[in-house]
């Protein structure tokens, strides 16, 4: 049975980690609906900032749904009316607003969204600098651009780039570059055109609703493909992969649609059609991927919004869905953070925050540090982790302020590691304090840096390096600050001369890692030796060929979580094994994963407080969609723990659940008789952390409409 529906039920609630029985951390599973999770919206755009999500689009007229886990849905609360010389009579009413996209960029909303009435199809641009508006249009006289599905996107490198749906033989999607969110330069590119004798031409010639992201030093596309009308039933969602975002080709995609109809067998009994207008959006927690789109359900015209998960087995994407709330296997909803603070609440600053010095308070649902002399920090008491996400809005309350961020890591008052934002310096820092030992780095920010505006600073933890990210790229400089003498510690906020406002502090124990940034595999916390020689390259995490089992540990102790890994053989044979323990606790409490090396066949064995679990095994079954074979792309074993079982995956499929509670573990990899590389490895605990219902009010997330 579908996990969602039986949560609903309330016959199932996931534990958090047992760690956190130690914080007072645990609070109750938020139980929440299935799809479709908001009915009549379609074509919508979904933006993530300070821990929520707003929605917009056809169906909200001008107004945003506001959510704190894509899964329920307050609002709309209206943001936007047009008021310009270009879309005149009925094309002007909030009802024409659509296909929206919503992006912050330097401290600034930008709400891009189309008007097709009629003969007009144009793109219009309003601005804001608070996410609930109210949006004004900086260019009244004419629209932003041309045509429909505007979607802006910012690479890795902070260059911008605009996609939007022209009209030529059929529709195409084109890409252009910009200067900033209000200035188009160059010239629009053509990059993707339905391709003939393929799913993207059962009907109409349909390439539109691009959505970019970069994930593992690839751009992944998602896309739509043929007719959107009901008659039809064929529209679905396609990828197109390329190396950057101006290089999107046919070439690139994938020879099959990424999410597409079901009937009602496959649903469960529910069909689902017409899926469309998607949103790649990171979860609650970080660490996972979200598809938000809208679909057609049982052949209703009425298009509701729903979500599913995205799964990326190494560098490939692979969509769960669609999904319903009776698709049968498990399917559970936004794993959300151990830790999350949206300052729903006024009053002083309470456990398990623990000020250490400053003037802290929550006021107008934001956390705000006002004391302007001397450093100020606020610690989560927590425990103690060795790879965590931590991040937080963050916006200075005066133009004197200094110093603003976050407590990357720490140890105690004299043992700790500070990023933040330097104000007088036009920079953002890293500071590194071992006693009277003080190590510091700059590295400066644009000169039209918005100081005025909020920013999102974002630090992973993974094991001996911290990558800073600066509102959801990497820093400019060098982003990876070395931590070698960091060991397990705890984050949390701080300023320093200045005063600072906070809000949308996110926790999540766990990494998420690839090529070369593959690291701490010999953290054998569990008291079982690594053994093998084991080595980290552009091709992954390498095990060499050695007699006996070579095998690999890392992480913190979690009773709850996903571990997902790429596992290659490098030499076929049912007599060569490689695989994963997705727990070890110790000799008498684990859980083992084995691969062949031909790939045919998974076994999993082990033992539970010493007991010897039944093996069990399950022949290997590719994917009929898949962009590589099994020999060439490699078996992706991911594991979720739930709090009396293990379910398995094996190549993206159901496989296998064995039944058990065990201790906290750690995870690990092994190999016998062979080399092997893993790569594309996540692993993270899952929380339950809870916290007010979702409100909104004027200017930010905060009464109930």
């Known amino acids: 049975m ?41 074509d919508a755009g979904v933006c993530s900032f300070n821990g929520q999500y707003f929605l917009m689009g056809v169906g909200t007229k001008g107004g945003v749904f506001v959510s704190d886990d894509l899964v329920r849905w307050a609002g709309p609360k209206h943001v936007f009316s047009m008021n310009n010389d270009w879309a005149k009579g009925d094309a002007s009413t909030d009802a024409n607003i659509h296909a929206c996209d919503i992006a912050l960029v330097n401290g600034q909303f930008n709400l891009y969204w189309s008007v097709n009435n009629g003969e ?31 979607h802006l996107f910012v690479d890795d490198d902070g260059a911008q780039y605009f996609y939007t749906v022209r009209f030529d033989t059929g529709n195409w999607i084109w890409g252009q570059c910009l200067s900033d969110p209000g200035t188009l330069k160059g010239s629009p590119m053509p990059l993707l055109t339905p391709v003939p004798g393929t799913w993207e031409l059962k009907d109409a010639p349909v390439n ?22 009901l008659e039809y039933g064929n529209y679905a969602l396609g990828c197109a992969v390329a190396k950057n975002p101006m290089e999107f080709t046919n070439a690139g995609k994938y020879p099959y649609p990424v999410l597409d109809k079901i009937g009602g067998a496959a649903g469960g009994g529910v069909s689902v059609s017409n899926c469309g207008q998607p949103n790649l959006v990171r979860g609650p927690n970080w660490f996972e991927w979200w598809l938000v789109y809208f679909a057609v359900y049982d052949g ?18 692979l969509i769960d869905g669609p999904t319903t709330a009776v698709t049968p296997g498990t399917h559970l909803d936004p794993s959300l953070p151990l830790f999350r603070d949206l300052f729903h609440r006024i009053g002083p600053l309470a456990a398990p925050w623990l000020p250490r010095e400053g003037e802290w308070s929550v006021m107008n649902g934001e956390l705000h540090q006002t004391r302007q002399q001397g450093l100020c920090r606020a610690n989560l008491d927590v425990p103690a982790a060795s790879n965590y996400v931590f991040e937080s809005g963050l916006r200075f309350l005066d133009k004197d302020s200094r110093q603003a961020g976050v407590v990357a890591w720490e140890n105690g008052r004299e043992d700790a590691l500070y990023v933040g934002l330097d104000r007088s310096q036009n920079a953002w820092f890293w500071v590194r304090r071992h006693g009277f030992v003080i190590r510091t780095e700059t590295f400066p920010l644009s000169g039209q840096f918005n100081w005025d505006g909020w920013h999102h600073l974002t630090t992973i933890k993974n094991g001996s390096v911290i990558e800073v990210l600066l509102d959801g790229i990497p820093a400019p400089g060098n982003p990876c600050v070395p931590a070698e003498d960091c ?43 690594v053994t093998g020689v084991w080595n980290a390259s552009d091709q992954g995490l390498s095990a060499e060929a050695v007699s006996g089992e070579a095998r690999a540990f890392k992480g913190d102790l979690m009773e709850t979580g996903e571990f997902s890994v790429q596992v290659r053989p490098g030499q076929a044979g049912t007599d060569a094994e490689c695989g994963i323990y997705p727990l070890y606790a110790d000799e008498k409490n684990y859980v083992r994963v084995t691969v062949d090396g031909d790939m045919t066949r998974v076994v999993v064995c082990g033992k539970c407080n010493d007991t010897l679990l039944p093996e069990q095994s399950a022949k290997i079954t590719p994917r009929q969609r898949r962009t590589a074979s099994l020999r060439d792309g490699g078996c992706n074993l991911r594991a979720l723990r739930l709090e009396n079982r293990l379910v398995l995956f094996v190549d993206g499929v159901e496989t296998l659940a064995v039944p058990g509670v065990w201790p906290p573990s750690q995870v690990g990899l092994f190999t016998v008789g062979t080399a092997c590389r893993f790569n594309g490895i996540t692993c993270y605990a899952r929380g339950s952390a809870t916290q007010a219902p979702v409100e909104m009010k004027q200017g930010r997330a905060g009464a109930r409409p």
């Open 2 to 42: 579908n996990l969602r529906s039986m949560c609903k039920r309330g016959r199932c609630r996931v534990l958090p980690l047992v760690l956190l029985l130690t914080a007072g951390l645990i609070h109750s599973h938020a139980v929440a609906a299935p799809n479709p999770v908001l009915s009549a919206v379609a």
């Open 487 to 529: 060991g397990a510690g705890r984050p949390g906020l701080a300023t320093r001369n200045g005063a600072a406002a906070f809000d949308g502090a996110v926790y999540s124990i766990g990494w998420d890692e690839f090529d070369g940034n593959i690291r701490g595999w010999s953290d054998a916390r569990c008291g079982t030796p």
């Open 120 to 150: 007009l199809r144009q793109i219009g641009r309003a601005v804001a600098d608070s996410i609930l508006g109210p949006y004004t249009e900086p260019e009244r006289d004419h629209p932003f651009d041309g045509r429909i599905d505007p």
């Open 208 to 229: 539109e609703g691009p959505f970019v992201r970069r994930y593992r030093n690839n751009c992944y596309m998602l896309y739509n493909a043929n007719h959107t009308a």
């Open 300 to 317: 209703k015209p009425l298009r509701s919004q729903a979500i599913d998960r995205v799964l990326f087995l190494d560098r490939e994407l």
